[in-house]
């Protein structure tokens, strides 16, 4: 069993940047295509930026391209979620996932095998 844990959310203006982290135990992410989704309330989960193993296949929504930046170190089997300029509309529940050795990343998140518990990210207008 893997277990992810994501930090870094919180409540940030308009413009402004956060970074989130998702640190795995249990087992190495090195052979896990790791992948970043969001849900707003009331809406369903979608795939925001997606990175395979060896960070040779990355992926992103339209809606986060040239603002997101997704990245991971394996030797501390941490995954990253860098965001700036964000918008009120970015206002959602962001979770990490892991997908076992498969490319490039997947958008749907069933495909997925593990999923962390989630942190709050809050944009203000």
């Known amino acids: 069993q893997m277990q992810l844990v994501e930090s870094g959310g919180g409540l940030v203006q308009a413009g402004g940047s956060l970074r989130l982290s998702c640190a795995a135990s249990?087992?190495?992410?090195?052979?896990?295509?790791m992948g970043w989704f969001r849900q707003a309330s009331g809406k369903e989960r979608e795939f925001v930026a997606g990175i395979t193993w060896g960070s040779g296949t990355i992926n992103y929504a339209d809606a986060v391209k040239g603002r997101f930046t997704i990245s991971r170190d394996n030797a501390k089997n941490t995954v990253y979620l860098q965001m700036n300029s964000l918008k009120p509309e970015d206002t959602a529940v962001y979770y990490c996932?892991?997908?076992?050795?498969?490319?490039?990343?997947?958008?749907?998140?069933?495909?997925?095998?593990?999923w962390g518990q989630g942190t709050q990210v809050t944009v203000s207008s």
């Open positions: 249990g087992r190495t992410i090195s052979s896990y295509t």
């Open positions: 996932a892991a997908d076992f050795l498969r490319a490039p990343p997947q958008k749907l998140p069933g495909e997925y095998d593990y």
